[in-house]
């Protein structure tokens, strides 16, 4: 009942940067977001600048 509801809100859907601004602002303190970030950027092999900030979201 939990993740549903945090994988819609998240980024894994659309990027943060198209959403509107309340929904921005659930994106941003989801920690689903941060997870489909850093998974993204892995498995791209685009490793940003921001995967430590991932890591550190997802482990807190």
């Known amino acids: 009942m939990i993740p549903?509801?945090?994988f819609f809100s998240s980024s894994a859907l659309y990027?943060?940067?198209i959403?509107?601004?309340w929904s921005k602002l659930i994106a941003t303190i989801n920690p689903?977001?941060?997870l489909v970030d850093g998974?993204?950027?892995l498995?791209?092999?685009s490793a940003g600048t921001h995967l430590?900030?991932?890591w550190a979201c997802c482990w807190l």
């Open 15 to 17: 990027p943060i940067e």
């Open 4 to 6: 549903m509801p945090l």
């Open 43 to 45: 498995l791209t092999h």
């Open 32 to 34: 689903m977001s941060y």
């Open 39 to 41: 998974l993204r950027n």
């Open 52 to 54: 430590l900030l991932d």
């Open 19 to 21: 959403m509107p601004g």
